[in-house]
């Protein structure tokens, strides 16, 4: 898909399924405008129209029937998100009309776009990077305004410029080993070798650092609530959603099974799952309530394990998986206190105490100290480049010069897939792969 079939006229509906107050038909393509001619009707002609200006008209059918009225913004090659000549004929979002109107734009002779090929092609005009491809996709799916942010930033290059921030110092260190290999005489300073290498494995490191958060920003993170029976688990997730989605009652052992419930966090986009008791239990259906809850325990970004602190603490009977992350909170705070701990957070699902310093200790868990002014890693392919380029640094470090060159020389090329400046053709399309048709 990356390479063949990039040369014709595609098109597609831009905007959401569904009715809405305004719905546009992309057309991209050497013949866009003049497919454009053909379904627009104005005072102007979209193919005699300069770039950056709007014809309001009407979109008609080949036999001249009135589809609707609109507008027809004219983009002209390489001032267009694509890169190539660009028409957009926007119309109202009823269904029917859009169908209509991409119907005829098909007669005129486009094709029906893939999923993601109009950025694609922005891609390969040079128009964004593939980190940029991909914080339009982000983007496009942000529920949250954390995620927005990053997306926004990535879209902006932001990312792209941290990336090439590193590569100027391993550009550096290469320039004087090379050096070094041609003029051993002469000797290279340490401030054109050893520095910009401590430096660009420093800021990588830095970059590094933001994974999580930034793959946790995007795709949102998933809380596993664990504790005893009447821990408060079910009391605690109903008054972090606001409302009663869980069963509170005094008996232990009402959650058998899991339960989930979706909100904002943090700034995050979060599942929190109340889990059944952990206990020793010969009530086979509970047993395996209490299994499924380490189990889920063990697939959570963050376990919130509670324990009752108004009666004697006790460990809880079964063991955490061992890559687990734990942030302990002590409930029923607004009863009087069997024993406290420094090392947990006291909260009360009745009175609303402690919850403010939850929510600020599940953000600093959930996005760590990851900087706000600049983007972050979000997705895995980003992330596999970055480690891979922090190894190749790390192993330069140890190694004779010529060992060295090379070790940096596939450090730069790992960083240029990071960007997309040199990737494999099936890493491009498994990227666009995910994306919908008509962006």
Same mark, same amino acid.
């Given at each position: ?48 129209t300069r770039g950056g200006r709007f014809l309001s008209g009407a979109l ?9 009225? +609109? ?13 190539? &000549? ?29 999923? +993601? ?10 128009? $964004?990077? $593939?980190?940029? @491809? ?14 927005r942010r990053q997306a926004a930033l990535g879209l902006s290059g932001a #990312? ?19 050096? #070094? ?18 430096? @660009? ?12 958060? +930034? ?62 008791? $952990?206990?020793?239990?010969? *009530? ?12 889920? @325990? ?9 324990? *009752? ?31 406290? &701990?420094?090392?947990? $957070? ?25 900087a706000r002014g600049e983007a972050w890693l979000t997705t895995e392919r ?58």
């Amino acid at each position: 898909m990356t390479r063949t079939g990039l040369s014709d006229t595609i098109a597609a509906i831009a905007t959401a399924p569904g009715s809405a107050g305004v719905g546009i038909v992309r057309v991209s393509g050497p013949d866009a405008l003049s497919i454009a001619d053909g379904v627009f009707r104005g005072r102007g002609t979209p193919s005699r129209t300069r770039g950056g200006r709007f014809l309001s008209g009407a979109l008609v059918a080949g036999d001249g029937e009135l589809l609707d009225e +609109g507008l027809c913004l004219v983009f002209r090659a390489p001032r267009s998100y694509t890169g190539e &000549d660009v028409a957009e004929l926007q119309t109202h979002g009823s269904p029917a009309v859009l169908s209509r109107v991409l119907s005829r734009v098909l007669e005129l002779g486009a094709r029906p776009a893939r999923p +993601g090929e109009f950025t694609l092609r922005a891609y390969l005009a040079g128009r $964004l990077d $593939l980190a940029q @491809a991909e914080a339009v996709l982000e983007l496009v799916s942000a529920g949250t305004d954390t995620a927005r942010r990053q997306a926004a930033l990535g879209l902006s290059g932001a #990312l792209g410029a941290r990336v090439e921030r590193v590569a100027s110092h391993v550009t550096r260190t290469l320039a004087a080993i090379q050096a #070094l290999l041609d003029y051993p005489e002469e000797g290279v300073p340490d401030e054109d070798r050893a520095v910009p290498l401590a430096a @660009a494995e420093a800021e990588l490191t830095a970059l590094l650092g933001t994974a999580r958060a +930034g793959q946790v920003a995007t795709r949102g993170a998933r809380l596993a609530l664990i504790g005893r029976p009447n821990a408060g688990k079910s009391s605690l997730l109903n008054a972090l959603l606001g409302y009663e989605r869980s069963i509170v009652t005094p008996l232990p052992g009402t959650t058998r099974d899991y339960l989930e419930a979706q909100l904002s966090l943090a700034g995050v986009p979060v599942t929190l799952v109340d889990t059944a008791g $952990l206990r020793e239990t010969a *009530d086979e259906v509970e047993a395996a309530g209490v299994r499924q809850a380490v189990r889920l @325990a063990g697939g959570a970004d963050l376990v919130l394990a509670l324990e *009752d602190g108004s009666v004697e603490r006790e460990a809880l009977p079964a063991e955490l998986p061992p890559q687990a992350r734990v942030l302990r909170v002590r409930t029923k705070s607004d009863l009087p206190a069997a024993w406290t &701990d420094p090392t947990t $957070l006291a909260v009360s699902a009745v009175t609303g105490e402690g919850l403010p310093g939850l929510r600020e200790a599940l953000h600093a868990a959930l996005l760590g100290d990851a900087a706000r002014g600049e983007a972050w890693l979000t997705t895995e392919r980003q992330v596999d480049a970055a480690r891979r380029a922090l190894a190749h640094l790390q192993a330069a470090r140890f190694l004779p010069d010529d060992l060295a060159g090379y070790e940096l020389e596939e450090a730069l090329r790992a960083l240029a897939e990071l960007t997309g400046r040199d990737v494999a053709e099936d890493v491009v399309d498994a990227v666009f792969r995910n994306f919908c048709v008509g962006k």
